[in-house]
């Protein structure tokens, strides 16, 4: 008789330190699928017959909601069945986008998923390097600005291939260190934003993020045993940003009191959903209050949206310098 925890047969693979379980690689891979099949039940994230769009960046947690969402897929009835698409986002990083799109596109490949790419050279003139080059003359980190022009690539990708829902692979890891980014930031009222039982009308078409319960670490695990690839090179700008300290504070704390993120999860979902149900006076519309934007008229917190005064900042240093 094997030691895992699970089926008793095969021999233990990994242990969740945080619950105590010991799993074969089988036992493991079909966990995780099942926890991102509950956590879509528990939060009414997708809808049988809906289309699909996954983020699919082409980095292993994409690559790995992709695989997870087709497997899940591929178990309902042929009625019951949604439409996968693959939308895809060349932000334009030398050396490192090329390989991540080639990832993506084999994945989509195997599994007959269509895919559909924009970029950033196509939607605002120029790609994040660009963007990007006058780093000792801004105060505004590479992720933060990243965040702002990929954010509204996927909402043009989502248009344009027809989808009713995004699902993005933002996993436990990304959640908590978001929600630990905005208190250290002072940002409470964007707390309520991301409670997953919520739809933000800033978006064309609901986002959600079926790997919210499933830690970072296991889906790495899952696209290893997988054989999904992983790609080579990090991206250059990672670093840059207050994220990277987060992250390694909440890992150190994760190694010294395994279930920790676990437990700032739990407290993240209960303060965010709270503060969404007050927001939103205890109606179904998303927290966030939007005007139309001043220039583009894309929904906006403010008169001007961030990707508008974000390419204005782009386009006067590209002048500036003559670039």
């Known amino acids: ?12 693979y990994y242990t969740r330190r945080y619950s105590g379980e010991s799993l074969c690689a089988s036992c493991f891979q079909e966990t995780t699928v099942e926890k ?25 947690d994409s690559l790995s909601l992709l695989k997870i969402l087709h497997e899940l897929n591929s178990g309902l ?24 799109i080639e990832h993506a596109h084999a994945l989509c490949s195997e599994l007959g998923v269509e895919l559909v790419l924009v970029s ?15 780093k000792d003359e801004r105060e505004v980190s590479s992720c933060s600005m990243c ?22 692979a933002h996993n436990l890891d990304d959640y908590v260190q978001t929600f630990m980014m905005n208190l250290l930031h002072g ?23 079926p790997l919210t319960e499933v830690y970072e670490e296991e889906v790495a695990l899952y696209a290893y045993l997988s054989k999904i690839p992983f790609q080579s090179a990090s991206c250059p700008y990672m670093h840059e940003a207050l994220r990277s300290e987060v992250r390694d504070y909440l ?16 407290s993240a979902l209960d303060v965010t959903s709270r503060l969404s149900k007050e927001a939103r006076g205890g109606g179904q519309a998303g927290a966030k209050a939007t005007v139309p934007c001043a220039k583009c008229g894309k929904p906006s917190s403010k008169g001007v949206c961030g990707v508008c005064r974000m390419t204005e ?11």
């Open 77 to 100: 009835g042929h009625g019951g069945r949604s439409e996968l698409v693959a939308l895809t986002v060349d932000e334009g990083v030398k050396g490192y986008r090329d390989e991540a």
């Open 187 to 209: 940002d409470v009222e964007r707390l309520g934003w991301l409670d997953p039982s919520t739809y933000d009308d800033a978006f064309p078409v609901r986002r959600v993020k």
């Open 1 to 12: 008789m094997g030691d895992c925890s699970r089926c008793r047969e095969a021999p233990s």
């Open 120 to 134: 950033y050279s196509e939607l605002f003139g120029f790609s994040l390097d660009q963007a990007l080059d006058w």
């Open 36 to 60: 991102v099949r509950r956590t879509i039940s528990k939060y009414g994230m997708l809808r049988r017959g809906e289309r699909v769009g996954v983020a699919v960046s082409g980095g292993k």
């Open 251 to 266: 890992n150190e704390l994760e190694s010294s009191h395994p279930g920790m993120k676990n437990v700032l999860l739990a």
């Open 313 to 323: 900042m782009v386009w006067q240093h590209t002048k500036y310098t003559g670039k």
């Open 147 to 168: 965040g702002v022009f990929r954010r509204r690539a996927i909402d043009e990708a989502a248009v344009k291939a027809k989808v009713d829902v995004v699902a993005t």
